[in-house]
T-cell receptor, first 110, second 113 residues
Framework: AQRVTQPEKLLSVFKGAPVELKCNYS??????LFWYVQYSRQRLQLLLR??SRESIKGFTADLNKGETSFHLKKPFAQEEDSAMYYC????????????FGIGTKLQVIP | EAQVTQNPRYLITVTGKKLTVTCSQN?????MSWYRQDPGLGLRQIYY???????DKGDVPEGYKVSRKEKRNFPLILESPSPNQTSLYFC????????????FGPGTRLTVL
């Protein structure tokens, strides 16, 4: 069974400090991984996906198959980064079941 | 405007009274999905559909039905709602998931008494 673990429900950091939101997964095969973000009073939206190897709003995430991790990182947190962050996993192919983690609330302290 | 819409946005009902939550997208997306969001449990996928007349179970399908008769619509049906189905429900759509993001609806807050 596929599973996504986000071990921290809440992460508080000071503005300007580095951020790392942890995500570990369990999947027998080569999954596709995503980070979604939900800002206050807004819809859930895609932040980035591992297949694109992109950096969005200063965030990056590297898929580490050996450690089965897909941690989200940003070198300098900004107040507008405060939000709920969800890691998600899907089987390969584009039309599969999606499993989300329970989410981590990031609070950036001014 | 490209969007996913859900109706109703808020619903209070009683145990056993059948209800339908509608979901519609205007982006000609093939993939549509329903999730429920509960405190401490995050988002859990209920059902998804790869295209018209093609649906499959997600992680928590018990107590729910779906249909995909048209590409744009993907209603969620609760034949006999129970209090444990009180939740925030999200519909989402995507052209496909590998290269395209899921667009989420605004959510439907359901309370079953």
């Amino acid at each position: 069974a596929q599973r996504v673990t986000q071990p921290e429900k809440l992460l508080s950091v000071f503005k300007g400090a580095p951020v790392e939101l942890k995500c570990n997964y369990s999947y027998s095969g080569s999954p596709e991984l995503f980070w979604y973000v939900q800002y206050s009073r807004q819809r859930l939206q895609l932040l980035l996906r591992h297949i694109s190897r992109e950096s969005i709003k200063g965030f990056t995430a590297d898929l580490n198959k050996g450690e089965t991790s897909f941690h989200l990182k940003k070198p300098f947190a900004q107040e507008e980064d405060s939000a709920m962050y969800y890691c998600a996993l899907m089987g390969p192919g584009g039309y599969q079941k999606v499993t989300f983690g329970i989410g981590t609330k990031l609070q950036v302290i001014p | 405007e490209a969007q996913v819409t859900q109706n109703p946005r808020y619903l209070i009902t009683v145990t056993g009274k059948k209800l339908t939550v509608t979901c519609s997208q205007n982006m000609n997306h093939e993939y549509m999905s329903w999730y429920r969001q509960d405190p401490g449990l995050g988002l859990r996928q209920i059902y998804y559909s790869m295209n018209v007349e093609v649906t499959d179970k997600g992680d928590v399908p018990e107590g729910y039905k779906v249909s995909r008769k048209e590409k744009r619509n993907f209603p969620l049906i609760l034949e006999s709602p129970s209090p444990n189905q009180t939740s925030l429900y999200f519909c989402a759509s995507s052209l496909d998931l590998s290269y395209n993001e899921q667009f989420f609806g605004p959510g439907t807050r359901l309370t079953v008494l």
